[in-house]
């Protein structure tokens, strides 16, 4: 089975290291690529585009309060894009205002997880992320 | 001739001068209050031009003038507050009345009263100044109090973050570790992680607190009797684990904003719960009267009650009675409670004593 690839979108050194730990305690095959604002996060899915050799990330995880261009506007940006809106968008961020959830899902957020605060729990939380959008779901094939 | 002299008694009292310009001998006549006010001696002979210049100020002069034309041309009367400079050379304010009679459509005299309203008008300028200082200053004070909420958000919300980081790595080293470490680095671990776990809390707490006061909710029919329902469902483990009994009926229905109120209950419901007597299982009453223009409402308890000295230093912020050992908290419940009814328009205080019981009373305004 070919690796799935995410793009992590998160400018919190500590998130994006327990993130990478829990998703390499994980059973499914993977590739992680971080970058670290929402400006650059767009910039390297667009150089994907332009490039036939690089293939678009599975999955997205997209943290809210990013330098430079916020998680809102990098999910309006892929969301309005039809080379990038079948890719599912995780909103996975510390907020939890009604607000960004809302906001989130009115641009069509695939989902929203809060961060949970016990590092345990948000162990788990990645790991049913993998559980849920690598072995349960269908993804579609890029073209 | 008597009521004349009535008049004149009374005008006295008033301190109500009067004055006449006869308009066919063109002779100007004014009454000793007038002269008074002028500060001139009771021989002052008075003519029109010298009446004109005691006015301080030029458009004042030109208004009188143009009122007095007025009242011999076209039979209009005035009622004006000028500003006069006495003859002893005092400011005063005055309020001139005057009004024309007219023979045979001919104009023959113009008269009026004259009285000295300084005192008025200062206390009025006074009154008006006052208000417009208020007015800055209230404006200040809802900016910085908007600024301060701001920032206690923020504050709050960035605060989270490194927070999180601390007690996420620091269970983390224990998760993979522990088998590396003694009883006194697990030890030390517990501690980080303890005083990370109550920093969020105060946190959370603070940001609550700061949130206080936006209400963006309309006021509604709030019926006590079932936001009180709402609570204790709520709490009904806290309830089934001390055998608590609440007792309440015939709470009203108040016109009030329900989430904030539900809030001020359950703070105060639970503290009766969480501060009861090991050796008794706490009863709880909630009771309602109305007086004048307030509700009366009060949560007493049979726990274990606050020392009378302490009945105010309660409701600050962040002030709490007990070693956190003993009961836990953060001590933000009841000044949330404080912030929330000031803000709904009442007052909270209690009555207690050590060992007897509390009795948290707070009003709602009716209207």
Redesign the interface.
Known sequence: MEPIQILLIED?E?DIF?TR?AFDEGRICNTIQVVRDGQEGIDFLKNILLDKNLNLPDLILLDVNLPKMNGHEVLLEIKKSDDLKHIPVIMLT??SSEVDILKSYQNHANCYIS?P????D?MNAIQSIEEFWMSIVKLPKHK | MELQDLLNKSNHLARIGSWEIDLLTNKTFYSEITKEIYEVGSDFVPTFDSGIQFYKEEEDKKAIKEAFDLAVEKGISWDMELQIITAKGNDKWVRSIGQSEFVLEKCTRVYGSFQDITKQKLNEIELKELNEKLKVKAEKLAISNAELEQFAYVASHDLQEPLRMVSSFMTQLENKYSDKLDEKGRQYIHFAVDGAKRMRQIILDLLEFSRIGKMEEEADLVDINKLVDEVLILQRKQINEANAQVIYKNLPVVKTFSSPLRHVFQNLISNSLKYHKKEISPKIIISAKMMEEYWYFSVEDNGIGIDSKYNDKIFQIFQRLHQKEEYSGTGIGLALCKKIIENLGGTIWVESQLNKGSKFIFTLPIK
């Open positions: 919190n500590g327990l730990e510390t907020s961060k605060v016990d590092v345990n948000f």
